[in-house]
């Protein structure tokens, strides 16, 4: 099984090398690297693993939001008063990140979608109708919602978010083997305690994720809860009778992505 | 069937009724061509007994050689007499094979539920559908899609209850049977349907009290799809299909640079073939296209709202975690299942991202998904009366907040932003040619970026017999020949690209849109602009103007 793990981890880290340069590609993989030993360690050494992600505002600065996310869902789940400290500590971060972080969030309203709300209200008779869908707070919600569901889009992460991509501004990397999109959904079925862990980074780096005008290649730091979520997935796999036409057609169809991603 | 259950199904009738009735006909303004070629078929066949090329009763209809389904079009001419030839009797067969839609919806859900959730399941789907965006959009407008659903959802329903009631199964043939011809996608749908309800129910089938029923049954269905299997194998039936296909296009990414083995298997057709189409039926179920992005075609879709509302994404997740874990869900945990399953599956072989037309009867299975959500939730909150009450409330608040989505984007946004994707104009150009133009005069109406046609011909009600006479098409070739004429004379119309050089020269009339008939070649030629015709966002749609050959500056 560690061959399948190993295959799948291959696409996101060499597509994003391939398509960025080295200084980037470093920024985006130190920051995805501490989140997965940060996630390695969240249930035997916790004070550790939240201490690993504090270098990660200084890093890039946009993810300040994503500690803050995760250090509230942690408090709130585990209650431990340790996530209460990270918590204050993650929130002071973010107010001396804000002013580089202030431009970068989807709560800068631009000209144009100002505009296009004047333009709207015209169209009704009624202005409390108008008023009801169109209004600046609703372009800060439409905006968000934009970027949360293309990052819970599995068209995202196995398909290049083919047949829709050019709809956000992204670099439709191969983030993972197609077929492991199978042990992906089998894994978020089957939630056990071993990846309740992944799927709270995964949430929090998620919403995290949305709050910003653009994601694109911040969204590595869903790598390794993805990736631990999909191991899940084909050990479950594994035990059915279904094991071997898996098996095979995984493995054809991962190398010849990972053939595509090396020479296309 | 209970009172109160009775009171639901009126209420959500109700509800359909109101959300696809209110300006019926008017809304969209426009008339799309195929919606324009439909009626003026249907006309044809009233007046004449024969379609716009003279065939006697099609068993699909030629039209702009993309062979429409029949079904839809025999709806409509019963109606021409009692309704005239209008936008509203051409999208009335749509609105009520959607209202009817709902009652057996009830029916087929209440049928095949476990008892516990049946009546819960059942009302609030219908709830759903009667709000559903997807559904009322094609229950507004003349889409053949929307039938075939009603007719298939009826076929399944009567299957089931000829499990206890054997004689169901012919009506249950009948229904099938005319729902296959009805709509392209259920050439897939039902055959794959009818293998999974006699491979699941062949015992019963087959059994004493039913084997007779169901071989005659079986007959009937032959028959009605004789005519059906008869063009099957034509040009014309496979139109669409081939088409439309991925199989017959280049995949997407392929690359023809290919200079050695690595290359060869990096670019191999088939593997990436399969990876569209896996990307193509995966995007069925993605999240971000059912309640964010929506249809990509603008006629498909409502502008600001997806095929279903934003508030029943955390439902949609629920319900289909439920529907998977539940192991108490019996016949409709299967049926669900299945057409989850091959919904997407006639859309997934074509290109297009996303075609809600195409895989319409998955609204069914995702709005039983929804359901099963909102239920869920709905018995965690029944604590106690104030919960009970808070939660009622809640869902109204939601429901009323759908409806004035419906108008806001239904209504006013697409009337505003869809105009030129709806056609509209086409009725004012007729209006005017009836009513402000020389009949003894030549009109020219441009078809570069249109076919017009079907349009002029339905808003004028031409004469169909001349129409044939004029456009005469070899009948022996009808399903065969793929060639398409643009051209068309409808008596002093023609429709034609502009020809600057030599229409100047006679008097005429001229009919384009603004690239077609720019003010700059007003003034030059001295042109006379009879009319306008905007746009609702005043945008210029058509321009109507009479040539003046005493004084026309050649342009060259």
Redesign the interface.
């Known amino acids: 099984m560690n061959i399948f793990v190993f295959l799948t981890s291959l696409f996101w880290p060499t597509d994003l090398a391939l398509n960025n340069n080295l200084s980037n590609f470093i920024e985006y993989s130190v920051c995805s690297v501490l989140t997965m030993i940060s996630l390695l360690l969240v249930s035997k050494q916790p004070k550790l693993s939240a201490a690993i992600m504090l270098p990660i505002p200084f890093l890039t600065p946009k993810l300040s939001i994503f500690l803050i996310i995760i250090f509230s869902l942690q408090l709130a789940l585990k209650r431990k008063k340790i996530y209460f400290f990270f918590l204050i500590l993650s929130l002071t971060i973010f107010l001396t990140k804000w002013p580089e972080l202030k431009g970068e969030t989807i709560f800068n309203l631009d000209y144009e979608k100002k505009q296009e709300v004047i333009r ?1 209200t015209r ?2 008779n009624s202005i409390a ?1 108008a008023r ?2 169109h209004n600046k707070p609703r372009i800060v919600i439409d905006k968000f ?2 970027r949360f ?2 990052l ?4 995202n992460y ?2 290049q978010f ?3 991509e050019g ?1 956000i501004n992204n670099q439709n990397l191969q983030k993972f083997p ?1 077929l492991a ?1 199978i042990p992906f959904l089998i894994a978020l ?1 089957n939630i056990s305690s071993k990846n309740k862990s992944a799927l709270v980074y995964l949430f929090s780096g998620i919403i995290a994720l949305s709050l910003l005008n653009n994601f694109d290649r911040h969204d590595f730091i869903l790598f390794s809860p993805m990736l631990l979520l999909i191991k899940e997935g084909f050990e479950i796999t594994f035990k059915t009778k279904y094991k071997l036409p898996y098996i095979t057609a995984f493995l ?2 991962t190398v ?2 990972l ?2 991603i090396l ?2 | 069937m209970k009172k109160h259950e009775l009171l639901f199904l009126l209420l959500s009738i109700a509800l359909a009724t109101i959300t696809r009735f209110y300006k019926l006909g008017e809304v969209p303004s426009g008339l799309y061509l195929d919606e324009a070629a439909q009626g003026y078929n249907a006309f044809s066949i009233l007046k004449t007994g024969k379609d716009e090329f003279g065939k006697s009763f099609p068993i699909i209809f030629r039209s702009f050689t993309d062979f429409k389904t029949p079904v839809y079009i025999y709806t409509i001419v019963p109606l021409i007499p009692i309704f005239g030839l209008t936008k509203f009797t051409v999208r009335f067969p749509s609105f009520f094979a959607s209202i009817l839609t709902i009652p057996i919806l009830f029916l087929l859900i209440k049928k095949i539920s476990p008892k516990k959730i049946s009546h819960n399941i059942a009302s609030i789907s219908i709830l759903l559908l009667a709000l559903s965006p997807w559904h009322i959009l094609f229950g507004r407008t003349n889409f053949e899609c929307n039938l075939a659903l009603f007719l298939y959802l009826t076929g399944l329903y009567f299957f089931y209850v000829s499990i206890e009631k054997p004689k169901a199964l012919i009506l249950s043939a009948i229904f099938f049977a005319i729902a296959i011809p009805a709509y392209h996608s259920q050439r897939i749908i039902t055959p794959l349907t009818l293998f999974y309800l006699f491979a699941k129910n062949n015992k019963t089938l087959f059994s004493k009290s039913h084997k007779k029923i169901f071989l005659f049954s079986l007959a009937i269905g032959l028959l009605l799809l004789l005519p059906t299997l008869k063009v099957a194998l034509t040009p014309g039936f496979l139109a669409r299909a081939s088409g439309l296909n991925i199989f017959t296009r280049i995949p997407a990414g392929y690359s023809d640079n290919q200079r050695n083995l690595i290359d060869l298997f990096a670019n191999n057709k088939i593997l990436l073939l399969t990876k569209q189409f896996l990307a193509l039926y995966i995007s069925y179920f993605s999240p971000r296209n059912m309640f964010i992005l929506g249809d990509y075609g603008k006629r498909s879709s409502f502008p600001e709202l997806s095929t279903f509302f934003i508030w029943q994404f955390p439902f949609y997740i629920i319900g289909l975690y439920l529907l998977i874990k539940s192991k108490k869900l019996g016949e409709i945990k299967n049926l669900t299942l299945l057409l989850l399953a091959i919904s997407p599956l006639p859309a997934a072989v074509t290109h297009d991202p996303y075609s809600t037309i195409r895989a319409l009867p998955l609204v069914i299975p995702q709005i039983i998904v929804i359901s099963l959500g909102i239920n869920w939730l709905y018995s965690k909150l029944l604590f106690n009366k104030f919960t009970k009450v808070g939660s009622l409330a809640g869902f109204a608040v939601l429901f009323t907040y759908s409806l004035l989505k419906l108008q806001s984007s239904a209504i006013i946004l697409n009337e505003y932003y869809r105009a030129t994707d709806w056609n509209y104009g086409w009725e004012e150009v007729a209006d005017t040619i009836k009513n402000n133009l020389n009949k003894d005069l030549p009109i020219i109406v441009d078809n570069t970026r249109s076919e017009p046609h079907s349009q002029l011909l339905f808003f004028l009600e031409y004469n169909p017999e001349n129409y044939q006479k004029d456009n005469p098409l070899n009948l022996q070739e009808y399903y065969t020949n793929m060639n398409r004429n643009k051209n068309k004379i409808i008596g002093n119309i023609i429709t034609r690209p502009i020809n600057w050089e030599e229409d100047l020269k006679k008097e005429m009339y001229l009919i384009g849109d603004e690239l077609a008939i720019s003010t700059q070649q007003i003034q030059n030629h001295n042109l006379t602009l009879i009319r306008e015709i905007k746009y609702p966002d005043q945008s210029t749609a058509f321009r109507i103007i009479k040539t003046n050959p005493k004084s026309t500056i050649s342009a060259f």
């Open positions: 709207n169209l009704y109708m009801l869908f919602n934009i569901f293309s819970i889009d599995p068209s196995f398909f083919h047949p829709r709809l197609s999109l079925i054809i169809f010849f992505e053939t595509r020479i296309i």
